[in-house]
């Protein structure tokens, strides 16, 4: 029998513990990967879920959703990606960064918005974005894994690779060519990325 998403919030706001277990299997995995797109980082994501849900608890009784039940759980992540990314921006040492990345957040935020796609899009583009990466030739997908994920600079590529440092910026440049190409139909929501991935290359 299925049940209606005011009767889940109708049980939730009561306290019904099986009501909540099922919120959070079914949105925990797709409010993560949203998290993360945002925050750049898995255990900040899992923390903001973690207690986005842990508040969605304590707060049960009072909780006011004018649309669905989804959106609003999504939001209330947004928010909360924002919340963290302001508390980080506190600390000189990652002012800038954070201020970067707190506009990036809300120009995506925006973006999405504006042309009307549900926040499930950001799971599509994640996978989307993680095949193309994987039918990147060898070399050229490990250069530009080790700029994107794992933020080192090209000279430290070069070092770990025994490569010159030209060719770590050839095969960036080559492997944003070959995503735009293989992305295109996602190129106005990828549009911050490829200005932050474009930078990526002349970093020193």
């Given at each position: 029998m299925l049940v209606s998403e005011k009767d889940v919030i109708q049980k939730l706001k009561c306290g019904d513990e099986p009501t909540f277990q099922f919120i959070f299997k079914k949105y925990y995995t797709g409010l993560y990967y949203y998290a993360e797109k945002y925050l750049g980082d898995k255990h900040h994501a899992e923390e903001v879920v973690q207690n986005t849900f842990l508040k969605l608890w304590e707060r049960r009784e009072t909780i006011t959703i004018s649309k669905s039940f989804s959106s609003y759980l999504y939001k209330t992540v947004f928010n909360n990606c924002l919340n963290l990314m302001k508390h980080q921006q506190v600390k000189e040492k990652?002012?800038?960064?954070?201020?970067?990345?707190?506009?990036?957040?809300?120009?995506?935020?925006?973006?999405?918005?504006?042309?009307?796609?549900?926040?499930?899009?950001?799971?599509?583009?994640?996978?989307?974005?993680?095949?193309?990466?994987?039918?990147?030739?060898?070399?050229?997908?490990?250069?530009?894994?080790?700029?994107?994920?794992?933020?080192?600079?090209?000279?430290?590529?070069?070092?770990?690779?025994?490569?010159?440092?030209?060719?770590?910026?050839?095969?960036?440049?080559?492997?944003?060519?070959?995503?735009?190409?293989?992305?295109?139909?996602?190129?106005?929501?990828?549009?911050?990325?490829?200005?932050?991935?474009?930078?990526?290359?002349?970093?020193?």
């Amino acid at each position: 029998m299925l049940v209606s998403e005011k009767d889940v919030i109708q049980k939730l706001k009561c306290g019904d513990e099986p009501t909540f277990q099922f919120i959070f299997k079914k949105y925990y995995t797709g409010l993560y990967y949203y998290a993360e797109k945002y925050l750049g980082d898995k255990h900040h994501a899992e923390e903001v879920v973690q207690n986005t849900f842990l508040k969605l608890w304590e707060r049960r009784e009072t909780i006011t959703i004018s649309k669905s039940f989804s959106s609003y759980l999504y939001k209330t992540v947004f928010n909360n990606c924002l919340n963290l990314m302001k508390h980080q921006q506190v600390k000189e040492k990652y002012k800038n960064y954070y201020t970067q990345k707190i506009r990036n957040a809300e120009e995506y935020y925006s973006i999405s918005q504006e042309s009307g796609q549900s926040v499930y899009i950001a799971k599509e583009i994640e996978n989307e974005i993680d095949k193309a990466i994987q039918d990147l030739p060898g070399q050229c997908r490990k250069i530009f894994e080790l700029s994107r994920f794992e933020g080192l600079k090209n000279h430290e590529i070069a070092e770990r690779l025994g490569i010159s440092t030209n060719t770590v910026q050839k095969q960036i440049s080559i492997a944003l060519c070959k995503l735009r190409v293989a992305l295109a139909n996602y190129l106005p929501l990828l549009f911050i990325l490829t200005i932050n991935l474009i930078a990526s290359i002349y970093r020193s």
